[in-house]
């Protein structure tokens, strides 16, 4: 998992990362008041202090950090290199000097052991998952660019002049990504060390559930990312495509196999692949005698059709004997239907399971947000492209290689 890959070995520092100073983790209150120090003082500093600051400082009064140089350079960065490296650096800087604020407040000094943070920790962090699914996508531009003496002569110029740490722009990059992680690991302490008598153990329960689940959000929303480019691909392998492209409403391959159609009027049977994505399925067939070509022969609009499993023996609607079948119909048109059967009960099974997990993830992405924008389509095609250039590049470099060979 994309996110437990960066937790991995934190744990380990936790113990030295909960010390307030050199005071033992046991206090009042179960160690309660520790752990709320150990919060405030960890988290002050990362936006007030370094990192975020260093890395953004969006004062407009301030010509330090890296992000508002960056913007200033216009002859140097884009508007999209600008995105890729710091996807939306500048609003988690924002949020997080609100969260900062938030803790300050319900912090109590003099009591410690009375402050209520749970409830802060409560707001929407989803915010920090555009950042890392970008992650891979930064770290790639950025080294492309140090390879190049003016731009690693600009970020080295930013780094020096703000005083910085020793690191490569990557390496304050990642800190966000490191925090986001350490979180759940946080909060499982502090849940840890409050008593269940006391007034703020319900907020950091559900806190602690909330991160947990964020992390998994973030995870999912990486792994669709990750395999974006995966979908043109798979268009640009079948034949004749009619109609838009994959991307406008997919972004994620969900099953894909042989099945048996029956489609009206005709009511033939004919053996075609299905493969399923969120909100469609596309209907292609093999050639005949070229079994590594696929023809493209139709989609299904998953938004409009029930999923119908059928029992085994006659349809009455077909006028067919159907063993391990099940229909899609149209929601708005009662005649548009098409009857499927697989060849094993099994597989059937797996498509009706596959058909609600579709559903599930449509249903995720509504409730989360989760949108897909125009910027990582183009990349995902951009992938393509790119891959498409270096086999041509590859194809002529063996057909130069064959002439010299003569």
Same mark, same amino acid.
């Given at each position: 998992?994309?996110?437990?890959?960066?937790?991995?070995?934190?744990?380990?520092?936790?113990?030295?990362?909960?010390?307030?100073?050199?005071?033992?983790?046991?206090?009042?209150?179960?160690?309660?008041?520790?752990?709320?120090?150990?919060?405030?003082?960890?988290?002050?500093?990362?936006?007030? @202090? =370094?990192?975020?600051?260093?890395?953004?400082?969006?004062? +407009?009064?301030?010509?330090?950090?890296?992000?508002? /140089?960056? $913007? #200033?350079?216009?002859?140097?960065?884009?508007?999209?290199?600008?995105?890729?490296?710091?996807?939306?650096?500048?609003?988690?800087?924002?949020?997080?000097?609100?969260?900062?604020?938030?803790?300050?407040?319900?912090?109590?000094?003099?009591?410690?052991?009375?402050?209520?943070?749970?409830?802060?920790?409560?707001?929407?962090?989803?915010?920090?998952?555009?950042?890392?699914?970008?992650?891979?996508?930064?770290?790639?531009?950025?080294?492309?660019?140090?390879?190049?003496?003016?731009?690693?002569?600009?970020? @080295? =110029?930013?780094?020096?002049?703000?005083?910085?740490?020793? +690191?490569?722009?990557?390496?304050?990059?990642?800190? /966000?990504? $490191? #925090?986001?992680?350490?979180?759940?690991?946080?909060?499982?302490?502090?849940?840890?060390?409050?008593?269940?008598?006391?007034?703020?153990?319900?907020?950091?329960?559900?806190?602690?559930?909330?991160?947990?689940?964020?992390?998994?959000?973030?995870?999912?929303?990486?792994?669709?990312?990750?395999?974006?480019?995966?979908?043109?691909?798979?268009?640009?392998?079948?034949?004749?495509?009619?109609?838009?492209?994959?991307?406008?409403?997919?972004?994620?391959?969900?099953?894909?196999?042989?099945?048996?159609?029956?489609?009206?009027?005709?009511?033939?049977?004919?053996?075609?692949? +299905?493969?399923?994505?969120?909100?469609?399925?596309?209907?292609?067939? #093999?050639?005949?005698?070229?079994?590594?070509?696929?023809?493209?022969?139709?989609?299904?609009?998953?938004?409009?059709?029930?999923?119908?499993?059928?029992?085994?023996?006659?349809?009455?609607?077909?006028?067919?004997?159907?063993?391990?079948?099940?229909?899609?119909?149209?929601?708005?048109?009662?005649?548009?239907?098409?009857?499927?059967?697989?060849?094993?009960?099994?597989?059937?099974?797996?498509?009706?399971?596959?058909?609600?997990?579709?559903?599930?993830?449509?249903?995720?992405?509504?409730?989360?947000?989760?949108?897909?924008?125009?910027?990582?389509?183009?990349?995902?095609?951009?992938?393509?492209?790119?891959?498409?250039?270096?086999?041509?590049?590859?194809?002529?470099?063996?057909?130069?290689?064959?002439?010299?060979?003569?």
């Amino acid at each position: 998992m994309y996110l437990k890959k960066l937790q991995a070995g934190m744990s380990e520092r936790m113990s030295s990362d909960l010390k307030y100073g050199n005071q033992s983790i046991t206090f009042n209150m179960c160690g309660y008041s520790p752990v709320n120090n150990n919060i405030i003082i960890y988290y002050s500093p990362y936006v007030k @202090e =370094t990192h975020l600051n260093h890395v953004v400082n969006i004062t +407009l009064s301030s010509p330090q950090g890296f992000y508002k /140089p960056c $913007q #200033k350079k216009t002859n140097m960065f884009t508007p999209d290199q600008i995105y890729t490296i710091f996807a939306n650096l500048d609003e988690i800087y924002r949020f997080q000097k609100k969260f900062v604020k938030a803790l300050e407040k319900k912090y109590k000094c003099e009591q410690p052991y009375l402050s209520e943070l749970g409830s802060t920790f409560l707001d929407f962090f989803l915010i920090y998952s555009e950042y890392c699914i970008n992650g891979n996508s930064a770290t790639d531009e950025v080294q492309r660019l140090l390879k190049i003496e003016e731009y690693a002569f600009f970020f @080295e =110029t930013c780094r020096l002049y703000q005083n910085m740490m020793s +690191l490569p722009l990557t390496g304050f990059l990642i800190v /966000p990504i $490191q #925090k986001i992680c350490k979180y759940p690991l946080q909060l499982a302490e502090l849940l840890k060390a409050t008593c269940p008598n006391h007034r703020d153990y319900r907020d950091v329960e559900a806190a602690l559930k909330g991160m947990k689940e964020m992390a998994n959000v973030i995870n999912e929303r990486k792994r669709r990312m990750d395999n974006l480019d995966k979908i043109p691909q798979w268009q640009q392998s079948i034949a004749n495509w009619m109609g838009e492209d994959l991307l406008i409403r997919s972004s994620h391959k969900i099953m894909c196999g042989e099945l048996i159609v029956v489609m009206k009027p005709e009511a033939k049977s004919k053996q075609i692949n +299905l493969t399923l994505f969120d909100h469609q399925a596309i209907i292609s067939k #093999k050639d005949l005698l070229r079994r590594d070509t696929s023809y493209y022969k139709g989609r299904i609009d998953m938004d409009s059709v029930t999923v119908i499993d059928l029992e085994d023996g006659k349809d009455c609607e077909f006028n067919l004997k159907v063993k391990n079948g099940f229909k899609l119909q149209n929601k708005f048109i009662d005649d548009e239907v098409q009857l499927f059967c697989t060849k094993k009960r099994s597989e059937k099974q797996m498509w009706l399971t596959a058909f609600d997990d579709e559903r599930n993830v449509v249903k995720a992405d509504e409730e989360s947000g989760f949108v897909i924008t125009e910027r990582q389509k183009n990349r995902a095609r951009e992938v393509l492209h790119k891959r498409q250039k270096g086999d041509n590049s590859c194809k002529n470099d063996v057909k130069k290689l064959r002439a010299n060979l003569k």
